[in-house]
């Protein structure tokens, strides 16, 4: 890929909302290979801080009536619109890829550098995801940093959800928004 091809299609990068993506999902050799490009992250000391959760089909809907519940729990005053919120989170996107983070306490690699890897691991999934023509979204929400749900989906101790990725096909054209000018942004280092 030329160098204009490249920076065109991380150029064109976006996000489709779960709510708009249906199937058909990537199927399995796919995602494979999506897996492949997007572990190419930087991993200072080759610790691997990370591993995949897949969700699919009924999986999705059963993790829903878990989170419903558990929402309950966490909020017995929540309104019956919030509970069947969570209930339908993992219920539009064919597939979802949780990107789990698995850190080694006290090793020289400090856990922010581990962190930043796993998270790397996240965004590259994304570009992978588009480079196959499917569309995607990073999402997190509660879920994401509750403990009861952590346990549910099979964590260990020094392992954290960074990113559900909801995977398929989007329904509709997604418009471009406004991003920052990077001019904006930069700076010189003055001693």
């Keep these: 890929m030329s160098e204009n091809c490249f920076l065109q299609a991380l150029d ?7 709510l708009q993506l249906g199937e058909p999902a990537p199927d399995q050799a796919t995602l494979l290979r999506m897996l492949q490009s997007a572990v190419r992250v930087p991993d ?11 969700i699919r089909g009924d999986a999705r809907h ?3 009536e878990f989170l419903a519940r558990r929402s309950r729990e966490r909020n017995p005053q929540a309104s019956e619109a919030a509970i069947d919120k969570d209930r339908q989170r993992f219920s539009h996107a064919p597939l979802i890829v949780t990107v789990i983070a ?3 306490p006290g090793h020289k690699v400090p856990e922010q550098e581990q962190l930043l890897s796993a998270g790397s691991v996240c965004f590259a999934l994304l570009l992978a995801a588009q480079g196959f023509g499917f569309g995607a979204q990073w999402l997190t929400a509660w879920m994401a ?3 009861e749900v952590a346990r549910h989906l099979g964590l260990a101790e020094n392992e954290r959800v960074l ?4 995977i398929g096909t989007p329904k509709v054209d997604v418009p471009e928004r406004d991003r ?12």
């Design 62 to 64: 059963s993790l829903g």
């Design 12 to 18: 064109q990068r976006r996000s489709v909302p779960s």
């Design 180 to 191: 920052p000018d990077p001019a904006t942004l930069l700076q010189d280092y003055q001693p």
């Design 145 to 147: 940093y509750d403990p």
């Design 163 to 166: 990113g559900f990725i909801h």
């Design 44 to 54: 200072h000391g080759r610790l691997v801080p990370f591993r995949f959760l897949q």
């Design 102 to 104: 698995r850190i080694t």
